[in-house]
């Protein structure tokens, strides 16, 4: 089929989209925008056979600089060229209220998502991720939320939870050192403590790349994770509510266009 150019308009337009274009017998689906566009194009490709392609346009490109694409949409465009159809596993969220969501990258629970509730989108247009940095510098001072998460049949609190997919995090910082969307699993990074100094404790820990070895951090390789008590959720940076919910690994439920040296 010829290729077609379409624009999203609204939130969850990118979804109608891509369930479109598989039910019209698309060969490829390429997604120009932000993680949350593509986001929603994944959630319309899941378990079909139609390849994803992404080139940036947002605001972190998590995808893209994690595929090694970059955050460029020249150089991106002929690293994309490169690239082959692999079968990826995605997670997928069941929250308490409301339908499953899909997603690429990673789904977040506690201080990260309630951030995402705090940035103003006027001024993340107009700066991008310093907006974020903007957010989570006005909640410093504030005593970070406890929730309650199961993980292999061992119950305990944090403040911050991150099931990843994926080792970049922001555009710039690596929580996640050894997840990857080669893996059927997830990374998960559980961050202990309600004091806010600690955080910022674990955010220098995060810019050195150690914070995995710091005290109150815990990381375990699981298939599932339950928020067993309400906490703020977001996944790929799209916030999902303030709610209890399961994370889970859907092995094989994407085709996506991966560089060759994407480890």
């Known amino acids: ?89 995605m997670g997928r969220i069941t929250p308490a209220q409301g339908g499953p969501r899909y997603f690429l990258c990673m789904g977040g629970a506690g201080l990260d998502a309630e951030i995402v509730t705090l940035t103003d989108p006027t001024f993340k247009d107009r700066a991008g991720k310093v907006a974020y940095w903007a957010a989570g510098l006005s909640h410093f001072g504030r005593t970070i939320g406890q929730f309650d998460v199961r993980i292999q049949g061992q119950t305990f609190r944090c403040g911050f939870l991150l099931a990843s997919r994926v080792r970049n ?35 220098v820990g995060t810019l050195l790349r150690r914070v995995q070895k710091m005290r109150g951090v815990r990381t375990v390789k699981a298939h599932c994770v339950e928020i067993t008590s309400p906490a703020h959720l977001q996944i790929d940076g799209e916030y999902v509510g303030f709610q209890s919910a399961c994370f889970k690994v859907v092995p094989e439920a994407l085709t996506l266009l991966i560089p060759p040296n994407y480890r």
């Open 1 to 89: 089929m010829s290729p077609r150019v379409l624009a999203t308009d609204a939130a969850g337009h990118a979804t109608e989209l891509a369930r479109e274009a598989v039910k019209d017998g698309a060969d490829l689906v390429l997604v120009l925008g932000g993680d949350g566009t593509i986001n929603e194009a994944a959630n319309g490709l899941a378990c079909s056979g139609v390849p994803l392609g992404v080139l940036p346009a947002g605001t972190a490109n998590v995808l893209s600089m994690e595929l090694g694409l970059g955050s460029h949409l020249g150089p991106a465009i002929e690293r994309l060229a490169q690239c082959s159809e692999q079968r990826v596993a």
């Open 169 to 203: 995090y922001g555009g710039d910082l690596e929580i996640a050192s050894g997840a990857s969307l080669r893996h059927a699993d997830f990374e998960l990074v559980a961050f202990e403590g309600s004091n806010p100094l600690r955080y910022a404790g674990y955010m």
